[in-house]
């Protein structure tokens, strides 16, 4: 029986399972046939009782791939924050993302991260904005995790942006 953690912890162990253990390897998209000729083969989907699934405060989440099989319908970009921008400070956010049953962002929290609060904060408000496809099992909506990579770019651009 799973006990029960804070979110950010759940996050981190949903974190450790998709980068350490791995998911399953994808099916290759096209395979070469015998002339060289490239074919395409479908993927199938992973049932939802075979998922991986997180608890949060009771309630359990199937996870899907970002951004393989949640790949947002509207996604503005995070902007680095400006101060942060002018100390050339950047990093990586990776955050977990729980998504409602209408595509929406229901909370997200850092999972990982090697940058500074005000970055992490600026990933985390775009992200809270942004909207994923609806997931169904049979029919009905449900609610789900993903978990997204955050880069920032601290590199000093020259000339007009």
């Not at 009782?49 to 970002?66: M, S, T």
């Not at 951004?67 to 924050?81: C, F, H």
């Not at 909370?107 to 909207?131: C, F, G, H, P, Y």
């Amino acid at each position: 029986m799973m006990s029960r953690l804070p979110l950010h912890r759940l996050f981190l162990l949903l974190a450790a399972l998709t980068v350490g253990l791995g998911w399953p390897l994808p099916a290759r998209a096209a395979d070469e046939s015998a002339d060289g000729e490239k074919e395409e083969q479908a993927e199938e989907e992973i049932p939802l009782a075979e998922r991986n699934h997180i608890e949060v405060e009771g309630v359990w989440y199937p996870v899907f791939q970002y951004p393989k099989e949640a790949k947002p319908t509207y996604d503005p970009t995070p902007r680095l924050p400006r101060k942060a921008q002018k100390e050339a400070r950047g990093g990586l956010v990776l955050l977990g993302v729980l998504i409602d049953t209408d595509g929406t962002v229901i909370d997200t929290q850092v999972a990982m991260s090697n940058t500074e609060a005000d970055i992490e904060d600026a990933a985390k408000k775009t992200l809270r904005r942004w909207v994923f496809p609806i997931k169904a099992d049979n029919g009905h909506p449900i609610p789900y995790a993903v978990m997204v990579p955050v880069r920032f770019d601290a590199t000093p651009h020259f000339g007009p942006q």
